[in-house]
């Protein structure tokens, strides 16, 4: 089918489901409801990105880019102040982030805050680093264990089967490692250690047995299945230049997983650049009926309407389109009668780390470029294990690598020696870097500026929100551990850093828990089918759901969640429930 | 190699430099915020040329540009591959700083060069351009050892080289003949074997 015949603009027509984003989230729901016959529209305010078509920078070498990959500094004042800050950020996939002039928010006097955005048919889907892994057990069960937050209403066996069944279809890469702490994925096969990172390997597990060191899962296919390769994805060519976008389909995004199956059920049709601006209400039957829209290009509003709504628009933009719904019954967002809405965002906290020098394995060198490295999984995964001064953990990213001449540009020489020496290999580097926890607090919170609106009209988001004394100790502790963790197994010239005062809340782009599942309606907006407490065909199944953060990347939750909402609700739809 | 000797400024840099890639492996945001743009300009976008140094920069003067050329050809000289002055690092230079770099960074590299030009007058009564090829290669080792230059201008100095060492091995010769370029890997091997004179890899996932 035809992408193009499925581009719809005005239409009279009234849908079974709208879905609002098609990022990570918006791709699952829109696959999974038009599988099941449902007549879908996805509604994404950003332009049209064709996989393949789309993607101009894929495959250019630095030397074709005016400035290297680098970004011109008048551009990045003027339109990506907030968006730069991403290390993922150059002039080879710029045009995949958000346009900080289009797109400002404020903060907060004293607080900071780090939104890195995607807005484009894919959303972040295109970008992100696709690092896999599933909750826990103990992770469901955290808020309850230690008190902070509410509890999860739903467990790790609740969502086990989804990820089961995501897993299989997006090709999730991994070693099946049998941790309780990390559940093994339905994994194609793991990419390999370096030898460096093997020995070490060996090493922690004799002197940390309770911290395994395992290969990074990621959303690549290390090893096609004959099913993605029927669908037209392939074997990862170890490139690592996925934020570019990628032809060979290899990771996971909307464009190579979920958009085209939804396409060819002849069940879906998109909007872009369409706005969503806020949900239509109708008090009477207590039930949205569909969403008001303003045009990108020529700010002319529109509606369209559906029978049930999911929002899928990321944690944020979700959140911004809730609490611009007012309504007579919901004059603080729609289905905030908690008024927790806003409340209890999280991110992740990425700010501590060290890393040192290995000595030997000189003759011995990497070929291909790893989509992913080394993880170290969280160690303190229940109250038993928690240090005396802070609760919860983090887990440990990282990897070995060896030098060349980025690092070797610092050093002294002149002439064809040095010339030389920046051509050969340096030597071997570890390191390992915090990916932590981060409490749910309903001080942290993120609203509607009273006044600031953005060239649409839509108000400004507003964000109040700040590591607390918990992330602070955590990523204190994380480096002095990880300085000892090296310096045990002999690595050189150790450097820790902590950087919890350079890098604000949103850096890690893991933005979380804004309107919350739970069990009771006073102090959640969901049910554990992320389906609002409030009006029962209104859905969020982002991230926007989650009661605590864990330590894993979120986005194989938001998948596993998304697919269990939309079984749940064509199933209540069937019933007529809905 | 051992490294675990004390901690010069170079090591440290380069020790952030290795941090700022740990953080890529893992996709942390704030890892790039090291590098920093302040400072705002504009210019064309620009494209290599053979005559980089026959008229006025962006931001360099002619005779700036010569120094510069001269100093790229110095500190990369031609050897079984081109030298980064063949390559235009000195034209890349002027237009990097132009659209990439505050004013204070672009006087830095202003202020270096002179600073080379009035060092070469002074010892040698003539301008670098002028200098025997071993000659300017002195000039630029006393300059990194601190011989008749101050520890401010060693700092200089190595912001300028760390431009003109990107500058080249992001140019197509660079990348693809210093280095070598594997635009497709076509998968990774943890383990390949590697003796003292093995390339580097030319193809990265960030520069
Ligand atoms: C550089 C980077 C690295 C990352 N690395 C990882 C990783 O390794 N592992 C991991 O799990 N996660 C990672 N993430 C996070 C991951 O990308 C997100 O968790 C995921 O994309 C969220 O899915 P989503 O569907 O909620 O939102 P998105 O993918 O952001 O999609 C939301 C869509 O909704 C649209 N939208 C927003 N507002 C509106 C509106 N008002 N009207 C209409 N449409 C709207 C947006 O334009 C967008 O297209 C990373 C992100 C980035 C940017």
Redesign the interface.
Known sequence: MQLNDIFITDTREEYDVIIVGSGVTGGWAAKEFTERGFKTLMIERGRKVEHRKDYPTEGKGPWEFPERTKVNNLLIEQQYKQQSRSYAFNDTTKHFFGNDRDLPYSTAEGTDFNWIRGNQLGGKSLTWHRQSYRMSEFDFNANKADGHGNDWPIRYTDLKPWYSYVEQHAGISGNRDGLPQLPDSESLPPFEMNSVEKEIQRQFAQIYPDRPMVIGRCAHLSVPTEYHMQHGRVMCQARDECQKGCSFGAYFSTQSSTLPFAAATGNLSIAVDSIVHSLIYDEATNRVRGVRVIDDNDLSTREYFAKVVFMCASTLGTTQIMLNSTSKAFPNGIANSSGVLGHYLMDHCYNAGAGGFVEGYEDEYTSGRRPTGIYVPNFQYEPSRYKKHYVRGYALGGGASRGDWRGKAHGDGIGADFKTSLTRLGSWYFGLYAQGEMLPRFENQVSLHPTKKDKWGMPQLHFNVSWSENERLMMEDCAQECEGMLKKIGVQNINSFVSTDHNPPGSAIHELGTARMGRDKKESVLNGYNQCHDIPNLFVTDGASYCSSATVNPSLTFMALTVRAVDYCAKEMQQRRI | ?????N?TP??????R?????????????????LAT??????AL???PRPDSAAKDGAVLTKEQLITLRDVCA????K?DTPSAADVDCHG?ID??LS????VDEQQLVVDILEAIEAQSEQVHNKPFSALTHAQQ?QL??DL??LNGFVASQKVQF?FL??LL???Y????IG??Q??V?????????????????????G?????
């Not at chain 2, 659209?99 to 505050?102: K, N, P």
């Not at chain 2, 074997?193 to 093995?198: D, L, N």
């Open positions: 190699m051992s490294a675990s000797n901690n170079q090591q440290l840099n380069e020790r430099w290795f941090i700022k890639r740990l953080g890529q492996v893992i996709g942390a945001t704030g890892a790039a915020a743009t302040a400072g705002v300009s504009s976008a620009y494209t110095t500190v990369l000289p050897t890349f237009h990097q659209q990439c770099h505050s290669t630029l080792v990194e050892a190595k080289k760390q060492i990107f500058g091995f992001t140019s197509e990348a693809t210093a280095l370029y594997q635009a497709v890997p076509g998968g990774y091997k943890g383990s390949i074997p590697a003796t003292p004179s093995t390339r580097s890899w193809s990265l996932n960030y520069y």
